[in-house]
T-cell receptor, first 111, second 111 residues
Framework: EPEVTQTPSHQVTQMGQEVILRCVPI?????FYWYRQILGQKVEFLVS????????KSEIFDDQFSVERPDGSNFTLKIRSTKLEDSAMYFC?????????FGPGTRLTVT | SQQGEEDPQALSIQEGENATMNCSYK?????LQWYRQNSGRGLVHLIL?????REKHSGRLRVTLDTSKKSSSLLITASRAADTASYFC???????????FGTGTRLKVLA
């Protein structure tokens, strides 16, 4: 069964550094999403992406964040200058229509 | 806000018993999804129920939706120790593809 995959599974970075989180959505899906979950808290929507552009974003998704679909298979989330409070699990999801299938997540630790 | 809220926050049952978790939300929705999350792991999609549906089944799972009460329930029948996880409902709003997650119910099934 096709799955959303994410790399790396765990990323440790220093405050102020840039990180790129990578996702490979399910191949025939057209909608892509990033969510995050701070430890012990709810899953929060960050951004949705369709037809090579952002279709919706939350207030969390500020200028420090960007998304890109650099080729036909990858979908990336870039955080330009990480802050301590960016430490969280970041989940990529993909879907067609309203079902969303999540990847296993990347645990980002900012020190 | 539109957030889903699950109750109970935690539930502990014996193997073989049924587990019922409830979710309430505040605004009109297109769809509601239930997810399972094992500790520190990714989100596993369980069931999507559309706003014009009242009940859906998948194996040992039964989901109901009452749009007049803005609530949904997830029933797991004949629970197993492997069902131990957190369960989240997620709702989208009319006109959007982003999902808002609830705080989750932590289910513990004792062998």
């Amino acid at each position: 069964e096709p799955e959303v995959t994410q790399t790396p599974s765990h990323q440790v970075t220093q405050m102020g550094q840039e990180v790129i989180l990578r996702c490979v959505p399910i191949s025939n899906h057209l909608y892509f999403y990033w969510y995050r979950q701070i430890l012990g808290q709810k899953v929060e929507f960050l951004v949705s992406f369709y037809n090579n552009e952002i279709s919706e974003k939350s207030e969390i998704f500020d200028d420090q964040f960007s998304v890109e679909r650099p080729d036909g298979s990858n979908f990336t989330l870039k955080i330009r200058s990480t802050k301590l409070e960016d430490s969280a699990m970041y989940f990529c999801a993909s879907g067609n229509g309203h079902e969303q299938y999540f990847g296993p997540g990347t645990r980002l630790t900012v020190t | 806000s539109q957030q889903g809220e699950e109750d109970p926050q935690a539930l502990s049952i014996q193997e073989g018993e049924n587990a019922t978790m409830n979710c309430s939300y505040k605004t009109s929705i297109n769809n509601l999804q239930w997810y399972r999350q094992n500790s520190g792991r990714g989100l596993v999609h369980l069931i999507l129920i559309r706003s014009n549906e009242r009940e859906k089944h998948s194996g040992r799972l039964r989901v109901t939706l009452d749009t007049s009460k803005k609530s949904s329930s997830l029933l797991i029948t004949a629970s197993r120790a492997a069902d131990t996880a957190s369960y989240f409902c997620a709702t989208d709003a009319v006109g959007t593809y982003k999902y808002i997650f609830g705080t989750g119910t932590r289910l513990k099934v004792l062998a």
